[in-house]
């Protein structure tokens, strides 16, 4: 029997606030456990607090995240040095205790807004472009291995289905041009080597700064895999005229490889805005914003 999609936001599976933050630093890093402790942002998988001026705490809230979490404090010190951006690579790490039963990070703090409450000024489409070209290197031996993210997009057709036909229910789906580009989007060859991605880059694991490009979060979900999967990201961060840009500043991308980009910004485009209709309003907008630029082309 297929289980369904969640519809929204899970719950947390733990009560995380800050009088436990503030317990797990004193038991593991205490000194850093008087500065100020703020709740600045719960996700899906994790909540990050702000601690003091210049760090932050991430501590995952479902059990399903902890080898997210494990995935960035293993990787993202050997990967940060080679971007030209900054990601929240551990500065500490925090282990399972009594009081927590997973790992958790501490990260430095970036200053800046979500993108989904500030969005990326246009001519940041040839620095992200130039960030994705250095993510999508060669991965090495060990890199993680992501079951939804950055595969053949026939793996994830189904939960594209199962969230269309819901979003139908609520007389939200997509255009039909939409429909007409995710079919060619299945169709297009795989023409590409696989490569290191981040996997998840919707607006809100992009922190921007004054409409610049400051950091990009939340690096569980990155996998050896299909590019496209971040190239998809062109469509929910700047409007078409853009992309041009965006790809000289990548390098050569194919014509199979943009269709399959477009797949997987239809991806998280139903996805997030199935979501954000059950549970985050945020992630609606992000929804709808990104299906329409792809039915504009």
């Not at 702000?50 to 479902?62: F, M, Q, S, T």
């Not at 979003?167 to 079919?183: H, I, K, M, N, Q």
């Not at 990155?222 to 500043?249: I, K, N, Q, Y």
Request: charged share 25%; aromatic share 8%; hydrophobic share 40%.
């Amino acid at each position: 029997m297929t289980v369904p999609l969640p519809a929204g936001i899970p719950p947390a599976e733990v009560d995380i606030d800050d009088a436990l933050v503030r317990t797990v630093l004193r038991a593991q890093h205490p000194d850093l456990a008087d500065l100020p402790i703020r709740l600045v942002a719960t996700g899906w998988d994790n909540a990050t607090y702000r601690l003091g001026e210049h760090l932050a705490v991430r501590l995952p809230r479902i059990e399903a995240a902890v080898g997210l979490l494990r995935n960035e404090q293993t990787w993202l010190p050997r990967l940060a040095p080679e971007l030209p951006v900054p990601v929240p690579a551990p500065v500490r790490v925090g282990e399972p205790g009594p009081d927590f039963p997973w790992p958790w990070s501490i990260v430095n703090w970036v200053a800046g807004r979500s993108g989904e409450h500030e969005t990326l000024s246009p001519d940041q489409a040839a620095p992200f472009g130039r960030f994705l070209a250095a993510v999508h290197r060669p991965a090495p031996d060990g890199f993680p291995r992501n079951d939804y993210r950055g595969v053949p997009l026939a793996q994830v057709s189904d939960r594209v289905e199962e969230r269309w036909r819901r979003l139908s229910t609520r007389d939200a789906a997509p255009p039909g041009a939409v429909r007409e580009r995710w079919e060619a989007a299945l169709a297009a060859a795989m023409d590409t080597p696989e490569t290191c991605v981040h996997g998840d880059l919707h607006p809100k694991n992009i922190v921007v700064d004054s409409g610049r490009l400051a950091a990009v979060l939340d690096w569980g979900d990155m996998t050896t895999g299909d590019r496209a999967v971040d190239l998809g990201a062109a469509w929910m961060l700047f409007t078409p005229d853009r992309h041009d840009e965006l790809w000289r500043s990548y390098g050569p991308i194919s014509e199979p490889t943009k269709r399959r980009a477009i797949g997987w910004a239809i991806f998280f485009g139903v996805t997030l805005l199935d979501v954000g209709l059950e549970s985050d309003a945020p992630f609606a907008k992000i929804g709808r914003f990104t299906l329409d630029r792809v039915s504009a082309g």
